[in-house]
T-cell receptor, first 112, second 111 residues
Framework: DTAVSQTPKYLVTQMGNDKSIKCEQN?????MYWYKQDSKKFLKIMFS???????INETVPNRFSPKSPDKAHLNLHINSLELGDSAVYFC???????????FGSGTRLTVV | EDKVVQSPLSLVVHEGDTVTLNCSYE??????LLWYKQEKKAPTFLFML????IEKKSGRLSSILDKKELFSILNITATQTGDSAVYLC???????????FGAGTQVVVTP
C-alpha cells in the first residue's frame, strides 16, 4: 500500500511540450507539496496545498501550474518544457503543522 | 533569507566508524528540524526535533537540537554499508509545514 504515489516515475520529453505529473496520497493528510530536486540533490519547495487551497507558491515560472481536485490529489502541469526543467520532482504530504513529510518516490523528468 | 547549511558535503568512512553530521539553520519562525535519509529514491523520515537538548534515538542513529546555537547533529554509530546515503536536514518555518532543506551530506561507508 503506497502512501504517496506519483506517476509517471520517468518522463522523457522534448523541449516545448506540455506534460503532467500526478500525485495521490492515501494517508488522510490535509497538506500536499511539490518539491524539485536538482542535480546537486538540493530539495526546493515549489507549491503547497492545504485542503485544495494553494498556500505556498514559491518563485516558480508560471509555466508550472498545480491543481488539487481534492485533498488526496495534487497534480503538476508544466507547459512549454525547457531543458532547465530536467530534475526529479517529489510530491509529499503531511498533517498541517505536525511536521514529518511522507514523500513519493519521485518523477525523473528529462527534457531533451 | 532562510537558509539551512549542512556539513560536511560528503565523507567516506569504514564500516564500524562513527559519523557526525552537522546542520545549521537561520530561519524565521522556526518550528522544527527534520532529518531524512535519501538513498536512490524518496527521502525517508528519520527524526523530528522541536525541543533543545533532548536526544532522539533510533537504533544506531541519534540526533539532538540546539535552538540557542541554531544547529542540529545526526550521529551514526557502528556504521554499516547500508548507511550509505545522502542525509538531508530541513527546518520548518511556519505552521503550514514549509520546509527549507539543506543541500545534504553524502555518506559513503566502505566495507
Amino acid at each position: 500500500d503506497t502512501a504517496v504515489s506519483q506517476t509517471p516515475k520517468y518522463l522523457v520529453t522534448q523541449m516545448g511540450n506540455d506534460k503532467s505529473i500526478k500525485c495521490e496520497q492515501n494517508l488522510g493528510h490535509d497538506t500536499m507539496y511539490w518539491y524539485k530536486q536538482d542535480s546537486k540533490k538540493f530539495l526546493k519547495i515549489m507549491f503547497s496545498y492545504n485542503n485544495k487551497e494553494l498556500i505556498i507558491n514559491e518563485t516558480v515560472p508560471n509555466r508550472f501550474s498545480p491543481k488539487s481536485p481534492d485533498k488526496a490529489h495534487l497534480n503538476l502541469h508544466i507547459n512549454s518544457l525547457e531543458l532547465g526543467d530536467s530534475a526529479v520532482y517529489f510530491c509529499a504530504s503531511s498533517e498541517t503543522g505536525a511536521g514529518g513529510y511522507t514523500f513519493g518516490s519521485g518523477t525523473r523528468l528529462t527534457v531533451v | 533569507e532562510d537558509k539551512v547549511v549542512q556539513s560536511p558535503l560528503s565523507l567516506v568512512v569504514h564500516e564500524g566508524d562513527t559519523v557526525t553530521l552537522n546542520c545549521s539553520y537561520e530561519v524565521t519562525n522556526f518550528r522544527s528540524l527534520l532529518w531524512y535519509k535519501q538513498e536512490k529514491k524518496a527521502p525517508t523520515f528519520l527524526f523530528m526535533l522541536t525541543s533543545s537538548g533532548i536526544e532522539k534515538k533510533s537504533g544506531r542513529l541519534s540526533s539532538i537540537l540546539d535552538k540557542k546555537e541554531l544547529f542540529s547533529i545526526l550521529n551514526i554509530t557502528a556504521t554499516q554499508t547500508g548507511d550509505s546515503a545522502v542525509y538531508l536536514c530541513a527546518a520548518t518555518t511556519d505552521s503550514w509545514g514549509k520546509f527549507q532543506f539543506g543541500a545534504g551530506t553524502q555518506v559513503v561507508v566502505t566495507p
